[in-house]
């Protein structure tokens, strides 16, 4: 299958800081891009959906203004973490397609804020 | 969004079959049944997927249901690897900004233990 790539694997911030999360698509052009989010013993839970070149679609009780998404090229997509809280500690992970393929999903990025 | 339901957990031994049930009796019928897995700390991987006919690839194969209001994922060998958690997901089509397109809605799963 597709490969996605996720940097960093894990990161650990200091409250009020900004982190930002870079996710790949390294053999195939993206044409669609996702960021879940996962609390401990949960699933996944849909963030937002970047199509290459457009405004990020933000689902419902996620602030677009506090979860920055950028998906300026067809390989590149990042999500920033403005002003992190000890409650935006979670396992992001991004995914990816292209057309009306499969997602292909990266390997997520620990976040734990202190 | 159309849901599925799934048994929490499931036990299996090693090199055994495993099969994995999933209801979804609000399927409409454009819906594509999605399995995928996850492993601890680890992105889901995509399993396998199907509509009407029953599917098969290298991992795994998918029976579907004549009334596809249920479906089930078949582990032919069980092996340690495939301890992890499977996912029941209904592909559900949105429009937005960037034309149609789908979204994934993950329910809880099923988390599979797989005996040595």
């Known amino acids: 299958g597709a490969v996605v790539s996720q940097h960093p694997s894990r990161v650990i911030c200091k409250s009020g800081t900004s982190v930002k999360i870079e996710c790949r698509s390294l053999?195939?052009?993206?044409?669609?891009m996702f960021w879940y989010r996962q609390f401990p013993k949960q699933s996944l839970m849909l963030m937002a959906t970047s199509n290459e070149g457009s405004k990020a679609t933000y689902e419902q009780g996620v602030e677009k203004d506090k979860f920055l998404i950028n998906h300026a090229s067809l390989t590149l997509s990042t999500l920033t973490v403005t002003s992190a809280h000890p409650e935006d500690s979670s396992f992001y992970i991004c995914s990816a397609k292209w057309s009306y393929n499969e997602q292909f999903f990266g390997p997520g990025t620990r976040l734990t804020v202190l | 969004d159309a849901k599925t339901t799934q048994p929490n957990s499931m036990e299996s031994n090693e090199e055994e079959p495993v099969h994995l049930p999933c209801n979804h009796s609000t399927i409409s019928g454009t819906d594509y049944i999605h399995w995928y897995r996850q492993l601890p700390s680890q992105g889901p991987e995509y399993v396998i997927h199907?509509?009407?006919s029953n599917v098969n690839n290298r991992m795994a194969s998918l029976a579907i249901a004549e009334d596809r209001k249920s479906s089930t994922l078949i582990l032919h060998r069980a092996t340690l690897r495939d301890a992890a958690v499977y996912y029941c997901?209904?592909?559900?089509?949105?429009?937005?900004?960037?034309?149609?397109?789908?979204?994934?809605?993950f329910g809880k799963g099923t988390l599979l233990t797989v005996n040595p």
């Open positions: 997901i209904l592909r559900d089509v949105v429009k937005n900004s960037g034309g149609s397109n789908y979204k994934l809605t």
């Open positions: 199907g509509l009407t």
């Open positions: 053999d195939f052009q993206a044409t669609t």
